[in-house]
């Protein structure tokens, strides 16, 4: 069964760092492309990152260029979000989600993860 665990949330201060991973299992990290969305209290989900297969296609929404990298390691079946520099906006829960299309603003994932929350302090 298709499954994605998150890690590596928690408290952080404002200009911190956090590293975020995601281990997929079940047989779908071999899908096109994996990434990460955030929810806030009271605010819709919105799509952070995502990336191909072989890394090849990187999309970062326009809140966290500069600041975020997102990574992957197909040999160990995990995803990652770096994410630097962090500030109170940025705290939400981080969903890992994985999906057959292409990345881009509008991507949406087949599979998702529990999420893990992150939090900045100020």
């Known amino acids: 069964q298709a499954q994605l665990v998150e890690s590596g949330g928690g408290l952080v201060q404002a200009g911190g760092s956090l590293r975020l991973s995601c281990a997929a299992s079940g047989g779908i990290f071999s899908t096109i492309t994996m990434g990460w969305f955030r929810q806030a209290p009271g605010k819709e989900r919105e799509v952070v990152a995502s990336i191909t297969r072989m890394s090849r296609i990187t999309y970062y929404a326009d809140f966290v260029k500069g600041r975020f990298t997102i990574s992957r390691d197909n040999a160990k079946n995990t995803v990652y979000l770096q994410m630097n520099s962090l500030n109170p906006e940025d705290s939400a829960v981080y969903y890992c989600?994985?999906?057959?299309?292409?990345?881009?603003?509008?991507?949406?994932?087949?599979?998702w993860g529990r999420g893990t929350q992150v939090t900045v302090s100020s």
């Open positions: 989600a994985a999906g057959s299309k292409a990345p881009g603003p509008g991507w949406l994932g087949d599979y």
